[in-house]
């Protein structure tokens, strides 16, 4: 009598960074329990959270992992989640952010890639942002090294699942880096690899005056350092002048506008005349650092 094997069930171990998140991390927790894949191992790492956290989590009981540690930063906490996580793949999940049910389960249907990715919805202080982020951002698959260079990060950290076997080979997350650790991520992997999407919007990403991201000044740092180190890269060290020319001038209008957007007007004309100077024939850097200019 023959018999029907039964399919492979592939574990996902979610690994939650949190550093002083009891306000959002019981939400959190329970969207990634929430999940409709039956194979879920969920990580808390607290990262020396000085408020609530510690104590929220432990309603969750056996169903969670909990890690605590010194205050190392969110590379470190996912790093010390990975770590031990038993999964075959490893799904990120900021600890202000929700996925819905069915996230895990569709990027399982549908990967084709060690990394892959989903669409957006934005919640909270969104500003002028869409509540669906493609309708901003192009969603890219296949090779994406070239695009997350030129184009800057358009992958959600909280919306990626990735092969734990490569994030092993790729050493993690750096951690010298601090709100583009992820970036930095995907961009070395992406050297290496395709990436997959699922374009359904199966994240909800919070925006809240406490993000890592608002602080304009270290952004910047940041963003110069990860472009110099994938353009240290090997196929980084391959891209012709005009390409790299023009992916600095992309990096310095986006500095340009979160110094615009924190009021820094004068640190934000001095970036649009470093992208003018690596790419002269935008209209777009004149158009916006007259924009800056207006009262």
Same mark, same amino acid.
């Given at each position: ?34 999940? *409709?894949?039956?194979?879920?191992? $969920? ?8 408020? +609530?956290? !510690?104590?929220? /989590? @432990? ?96 992958? *959600?950290?909280?919306?990626?699942? $990735? ?8 050493? +993690?997350? !750096?951690?010298? /880096? @601090? ?117």
């Amino acid at each position: 009598m023959m018999t029907t094997k039964a399919p492979t069930i592939n574990r996902v171990s979610v690994v939650i960074p949190a550093h002083n998140a009891e306000t959002f991390i019981d939400e959190t927790v329970d969207s990634a329990l929430a999940q *409709t894949h039956p194979d879920i191992e $969920v990580i808390v790492v607290d990262d020396g959270s000085t408020d +609530g956290t !510690f104590a929220r /989590l @432990a309603r969750f009981g056996d169903r969670i992992i909990t890690v605590r540690q010194t205050n190392a930063g969110v590379a470190a906490a996912r790093n010390a989640g990975a770590a031990i996580a038993t999964g075959e793949w490893i799904a990120f999940l900021d600890a202000d952010d929700i996925w819905l049910p069915g996230k895990i389960e569709c990027q399982l249907r549908d990967a084709h890639a060690p990394l892959t990715y989903t669409n957006r919805l934005n919640i909270g202080a969104r500003g002028d942002l869409p509540e669906v982020q493609s309708d901003v951002t192009p969603m890219r698959k296949g090779d994406a090294f070239l695009p997350l260079l030129v184009e800057g990060n358009f992958i *959600t950290a909280s919306s990626v699942m $990735v092969r734990r076997d490569v994030f092993q080979q790729m050493g +993690g997350f !750096f951690e010298g /880096l @601090a709100g583009t650790e992820d970036w930095d991520l995907w961009l070395r992997i992406a050297e290496r690899h395709p990436v997959d999407c699922c374009r359904e919007p199966l994240v909800r990403y919070r925006f809240h005056s406490a993000g890592t991201s608002r602080d304009d000044r270290r952004m910047r740092s940041q963003r110069v350092l990860v472009i110099a180190r994938a353009s240290a890269l090997e196929r980084g060290r391959a891209l012709d002048s005009a390409t790299k020319r023009r992916i600095w001038a992309n990096t310095w209008m986006t500095t340009a506008f979160d110094a615009g957007q924190a009021g820094a007007r004068g640190r934000a004309l001095v970036d649009c005349s470093r992208a003018a100077i690596a790419w002269p024939l935008s209209f777009q850097i004149y158009k916006a650092a007259l924009r800056l200019c207006l009262p």
